[in-house]
């Protein structure tokens, strides 16, 4: 999850004015974190013993569960407090508080969509342990942020405000902003559909969207050509900025004991968000006589969220479930109530106020309806009022499901774990010691009634609707499997004969296939060598979309085709092939339906199903005529349109590099940058930022790194957050890496030290044993109760 924030110019001149020094002392050096000696931390019950590795990550020792989770927050605080601030503000829809006016339309969206006020509701649902351990959590940040009063980190120096005490509700914001990423990782497809069907009519709009035929009611088409006119003609909206950029996915997967050298299953697991400064994750291992864990933790949240307990491994990735639907809505005149059925039912309607640094305080007017928060219209692109219905504004406790997975012992137990979330739309891939595998999704489907959720239904229509979230039971689930081993990676990975409703947007195959094809074709598995499978950076996707491309081609268009079809697949930054691959790409798409889309419409198809739309208008699958270019009075083939953009790739690219095509090279176009929230600030930004990077890898390569065209540059905007591998024969030999380093410091040694490695595509140990921590500790501090 991304959050780049501009900084007031003023903050230039302050660097300016004061010089080098003050900006070191003053600024820069603030709230370092400490990883030695003694500190004093309220509400301990006893002391904690925490020891450093040589990365920075720390290895906990307490003598109670709440303890551990006291020094987790604390630990957070120390390393991550900024972060921590950061994304509570976005949750709360508070960030232009303290940033001013740039950040307004953030603060906007949050409370729209009720962020903080759906983590008000689970704070409610949270069960006596639950509200124990967010109390201890918060216990350990507040002692933090109380022991270091003016010495805090360069955020808070900067933009001149103190960090106000950690809630239970300041924790659950995090699951709901992760909820949010997952569900709306292309936005809200029901939106665009809508768009669609005015802009381009029915049978096109079957061809975007997988899965059977769309039954649309007559009503709803005849609203969606009125709202949103064709594309090019004079009524059509203005052009729309890109779709949310909410990562790629992930990838997963458990090899099981008959495959391994050890005899014990391995597990792997690559989440794909959003890359930025600093690491999404932390890394973490705790020991209490209650539970002991180690893996991956969120700052600002009590807990592991991926790893071991030496006993169960566990990973997550996007399911791609539909947990969100969208009610077009009639107002009466008055705009005070909604249609239901012959019935107007009245909204329910509040006012928040938006406080804005440095300019007026906005006053924000929030609807809700039945069905959930309203939106209004929103004429320039086309969409009337609605509703929003989300699993995760349903009351949950989501604290629970996790402290019950840490205890697991089996897969069976893993399971009986997640049937406690209710959201969080995540597949889940566990592994036991005894060799047990288990594939499942973690969060509840709707229980729709008279509609499929594949487009926006009317919410005046009293026979559609949710009655409730269904049982976890009704997920997908594969336990224990004959081929021994288990894969997600964003793709349709339901079990043979499960038809429920489900999705219709999950990712192409290939990068899933290609993860099969290397764990079936090979035995003799080690830890190791599944780390090496996440640096794979062959796809199967070219040649996928080279088979529908064979055909007669000329003069440049020739010249494309054969450099592509004698290509392995490999997205190499120094080759030259996946650069004329990206190229040839864009140039097809935009040929084929750069005409009926345009720039109105185009950005909101992410690259998902950009590349399932690519796959299936090639194949002959779409019944649409995608390859007639609409601007032109000739009527053009697929023969030709092929042939001109083939052509246009390889132009573009000799415009770019030369005639020489081995002098091209993907990793000049393709770079990876690790943007801070601080990096905009004029001066010193560049302290906080690092890259960019020439990287390989792209969207469909287990390597994942994986964006959007920017101008004429292909960035890696996404990627794998951590790498993690989790050996269960000797949980000593599992392993993590992140694209940064432990710290939130700019200024900390640990804040890239990881950096080098990631890049180089090697992996720290996560010591387990005692022997291994303390063979590996670096540092230690004790955390002692206040007297």
């Known amino acids: 999850m991304r959050l780049r924030i501009p900084i007031l110019l003023l903050l230039a001149a302050l660097v300016l004015c004061a010089g080098v020094g003050w900006w070191w002392s003053g600024v820069a050096a603030g709230g370092l974190p400490r990883r030695s000696g003694t500190e004093r931390l309220a509400g301990l019950d006893s002391a904690v013993s925490v020891r450093f590795d040589g990365h920075g990550v720390p290895h906990v020792r307490a003598d109670s569960e709440l303890d551990v989770i ?23 829809g508070r960030l232009a508080e303290v940033v001013g006016e740039a950040a307004l339309s953030k603060d906007l969206d949050a409370r729209r969509f009720r962020l903080r006020r759906t983590a008000v509701a689970h704070e409610a649902a949270l069960d006596p342990a639950s509200r124990a351990v967010a109390d201890a959590y918060a216990e350990g940040v507040n002692a933090w942020i109380a022991a270091r009063e003016g010495d805090l980190p360069p955020l808070f120096r900067l933009l001149r405000f103190e960090p106000e005490p950690w809630t239970r509700v300041d924790s659950l914001c995090i699951p709901v ?40 009611a007559e009503e709803l088409e005849l609203l969606a050509r009125a709202a949103c006119p064709p594309a090019g003609s004079a009524a059509a909206p203005a052009p729309d900025a890109p779709a949310p950029e909410g990562g790629g996915g992930s990838n997963n997967w458990a090899i099981g004991a008959s495959r391994t050298a050890t005899g014990a299953p391995l597990l792997a697991n690559d989440p794909h968000l959003a890359l930025s400064a600093p690491a999404t994750w932390y890394a973490v291992h705790l020991e209490s006589p209650e539970v002991s864990v180690a893996g991956l933790s969120l ?41 239901r059925g012959d019935d107007w039912v009245e909204l329910e309607r509040e006012v928040e106020t938006v406080m804005v640094r440095g300019a007026d305080a906005v006053q924000l007017e929030l609807a809700r309806t039945d069905r959930g928060p309203l939106f209004d219209a929103d ?152 780390a090496d499978l996440q640096l794979d950076r062959r796809s199967l996707y070219p040649a996928a979309v080279l088979a529908t491309l064979e055909g007669s081609y000329e003069g440049d268009a020739l010249r494309c085709y054969e450099k592509l079809a004698a290509w392995d697949g490999a997205f190499l930054a120094e080759s030259a092939e996946p650069a004329l691959f990206a190229l040839a790409e864009r140039a097809l798409l935009e040929a084929i339906m750069g005409d009926e889309l345009g720039p109105c419409y185009l950005p909101r198809l992410p690259a998902l199903n950009r590349r399932a739309f690519l796959l299936s208008v090639l194949g002959g699958e779409c019944a649409a005529d995608w390859f007639d270019d609409r601007r032109t009075a000739a009527h053009e083939d697929r023969s030709q349109t092929l042939s001109a953009a083939l052509a246009s790739a390889w132009r573009q690219g000799v415009a770019r590099w030369g005639a020489d095509f081995d002098a091209w090279r993907y990793g000049e176009l393709h770079q990876l940058t690790l943007a801070h929230p601080l990096g905009g600030v004029p001066l010193v930004g560049s302290w906080f930022d690092r890259g960019p990077y020439p990287v390989g890898g792209s969207g469909t390569t287990v390597y994942a790194f994986g964006g959007d065209w920017v101008g004429d540059d292909l960035p890696a905007a996404w990627g794998a957050s951590v790498r993690a591998v989790f050996d269960l024969a000797d949980p000593d030999r599992s392993r993590v890496v992140l694209p ?21 595509g090697e992996t720290a140990l996560l010591p387990w044993s005692e022997e291994a921590v303390e063979a590996a500790c670096a540092s230690r501090i004790s955390l002692e109760p206040v007297p």
């Open 70 to 92: 006291r020094a987790l927050g604390w630990l957070h605080a120390n390393d991550r407090l900024e972060q921590m601030e950061l994304m509570r503000r976005w949750a709360s």
């Open 177 to 216: 902003l992760l909820a949010r990423a997952l569900s709306f990782t292309i936005g809200v497809p029901e939106e665009d559909r809508f768009r669609w069907l005015g802009a381009l009519g029915a049978t096109a709009l079957d061809d975007l969207v997988a899965g059977p035929p769309l039954v649309i």
């Open 299 to 339: 700052p600002g949240a009590p807990g592991v969220l991926i790893g071991h307990n030496g006993h169960v491994a566990w990973s997550f990735t996007n399911a791609r479930l539909d947990d969100v639907d969208l009610f077009l809505e009639e107002l009466d005149d008055a705009g005070e109530r909604v249609r």
């Open 379 to 530: 004429p320039s692109r086309g969409l009337p009022p609605r509703s929003v219905a989300w699993s995760a504004h349903q009351p949950a406790d989501p604290v629970r499901a996790f402290q019950h997975l840490a205890r697991a012992r089996d897969v069976d137990e893993v399971l009986a774990a997640m049937e406690l979330h209710p959201f969080l739309p995540m597949n889940i891939v566990a592994a036991d010691r005894a060799g047990g595998l288990l594939f499942t999704v973690v969060g509840r489907r709707p229980d729709r009634r008279g509609m499929s959720g594949r487009f926006p239904a009317s919410g005046a229509d009293t026979d559609v609707g949710w009655a409730g979230l269904l049982p976890h039971d009704t997920n997908p689930i594969v336990l224990r499997p004959a081929a021994d081993f288990l894969v997600t990676a964003n793709e349709d990975v339901r079990p043979p004969g499960y038809d429920a409703p489900y999705s219709d947007y999950f990712d192409t195959p290939q990068r899933g296939d290609r993860i099969r094809e290397r764990i079936a074709g090979e035995d003799g598995w080690t830890a190791e060598r599944v």
């Open 740 to 760: 940064l380093g432990q710290s939130g410091h700019a200024g900390d040694v640990h804040y890239d030290d990881m950096l080098p490695l990631f890049l180089a």
